[in-house]
């Protein structure tokens, strides 16, 4: 039997994923998924310990899932290499995709079938990443309550290790691998969000004060305001917070005046999760990048004659005691190259 709170939390729970049914327009809508979140009745009841609880604790549920979530505005030209890195693992990931509806982007089939979110404009170097990235956490949120990590990852990114090897990674405890995500701590959930938390980068204030000098006060005051990559692999407490903030979205979400761009997608979330859990996450990215010799804002993005076993190798390894997952950019031309190197090198430890 079903106690009366664990009703009404199942009857808000499906009822969310059911109004995106009928009404699709409103799921990239964050404020409407968020009044849907509101009414006094459920408040309590659709907390982000909740939605993670519900799907921790019990045991004779299915295995955790990662959600990736896939953030485009152009095709998804490494679809055959994801799909590669996808094989075999069916019953742990769930893709979304939340892909700028003004330009042409091709469904590559497979894995990425039917994962299309509903979707709206992305720019460069403003909120609307911030929103979409909050649409696909949202999204991947109500679809399954087995997804307990969410990976955004973009059209330009590559794995560099094998499906298990992150999931092992990510999901298995205690090992010395993943020593770094443990909590410690038996009253919350042992894992953290692997997210880059940095506070004292070049020009912090001149993007803290983009929107006006006070415009973030008091909200997030300048002590507050953190930076990081852009692409995280968030646990599901930590998705749910960030879909269920208005406070600081409200801020984050103003348009910056200043001449710089000041890229809010790499303030909102670090800042929120240090402001809100900063023991819950490792503060490092999983993501690996290359700003070598880069001035205007875009990262290194590499060709085909530039990829090799070396490279791979070179980029798996971390100050840290892990590995990266991830890399950013590579040109779409890389593909054939890398599907070379697939199976003896990326997804070979
Ligand atoms: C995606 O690929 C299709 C077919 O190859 C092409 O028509 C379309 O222009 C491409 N979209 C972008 C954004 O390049
Ligand atoms: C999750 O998404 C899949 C694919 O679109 C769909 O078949 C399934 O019904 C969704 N589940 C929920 C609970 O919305
Ligand atoms: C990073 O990019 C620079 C060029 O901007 C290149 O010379 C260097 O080899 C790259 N580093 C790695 C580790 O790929
Ligand atoms: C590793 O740390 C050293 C010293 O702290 C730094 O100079 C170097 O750039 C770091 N390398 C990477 C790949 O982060």
Known sequence: ??????????????????????????????????????????????????????????????????????????????????????????????????????????????????????????????????????????????NDTSNQYFALVSQHCIPLHSFRFMYDYLFKSPSSLTS?????????????????????EPNLFERYAARGLNAMLPEVPFEEFRVGSQFFVLTRRHAALVVKDRRLWRKFRLPCVSEEPCYPEEHYFPTLLSMEDPNGCTGFTLTRVNWTGCWDGHPHRYTPLEVSPELVHQLRVSNSSYSYFFARKFSPECLPVLMDLADDVIFRE
């Open 1 to 142: 039997m079903l106690s009366f709170p664990s009703v009404v939390f199942y009857c808000v729970f499906l009822s969310v994923p059911f109004f995106f049914v009928l009404v699709p327009q409103y799921a990239g809508d964050f404020n409407n998924f968020q009044l849907l979140g509101r009414p006094a009745a459920a408040r309590g009841v659709y907390s982000a310990s909740e939605i993670s609880r519900s799907s921790i604790a019990s045991t004779n549920r299915p295995k955790p899932k990662i959600a990736f979530l896939f953030l485009t505005n152009s095709n998804l030209s490494f679809a055959p290499l994801w799909e590669k890195f996808f094989e075999g693992n069916h019953d742990l990931f769930n893709i979304y995709i939340h892909s700028d509806p003004s330009v042409t982007v091709i469904s590559p089939g497979g894995v990425f079938h039917g994962r299309f979110i509903p979707s709206k404009k992305t720019y460069r170097a403003s909120p609307t990443l911030i929103s979409a990235a909050r649409r696909l956490l949202a999204a991947a949120l109500v």
């Open 180 to 200: 770094l995500l443990s909590w410690g701590s038996s009253k919350q959930s042992r894992y953290k969000s692997i997210i880059e938390i940095l506070s004292d």
